[in-house]
């Protein structure tokens, strides 16, 4: 039953901003651990942000751009996307695990994954 919807992507003009959404449903995202994941064609899927109820993490490669936030009363986890670079073209998805920590980096963490949003980021 555990259901994860995102949206938001679009094509950017570098240095633009984007907001993607992550709408769960089938359990209470403050339970859950909720990552923030890319993969751009012929690249490994890379891992770039979670939140949790304990922790809350961002990859050096985003760090000072993206931020990562939820609206407990919508469930629903957000990625807010600033100062966009081309090499932030890619298929964005998340995924839920439950636990009272999250990883960015280890994507086998997560039982729960999302269709993906695409991000295009071009002038």
């Known amino acids: 039953q555990v259901q994860l919807v995102e949206s938001g992507g679009g094509l950017v003009q570098p240095g633009g901003s984007l907001r993607l959404s992550c709408a769960a449903s089938g359990f209470r995202l403050d339970y859950y651990g909720i990552g923030w994941f890319r993969q751009a064609p012929g690249k490994e899927r890379e891992g770039i942000s979670c939140?949790?109820?304990?922790?809350?993490v961002l990859a050096d490669s985003v760090k000072g751009r993206f931020f990562i936030f939820r609206d407990n009363a919508k469930n629903t986890v957000y990625l807010q996307m600033n100062s966009l670079k081309p090499e932030d073209t890619a298929v964005y998805y998340c995924?839920?695990?439950?636990?009272?920590?999250?990883?960015?980096?280890?994507?086998?963490?997560?039982?729960?994954w999302g269709q993906g949003t695409q991000v295009t980021v071009s002038s």
């Open positions: 995924a839920a695990e439950f636990g009272s920590r999250c990883s960015h980096a280890a994507s086998s963490y997560y039982g729960n």
């Open positions: 939140i949790s109820n304990t922790n809350t």
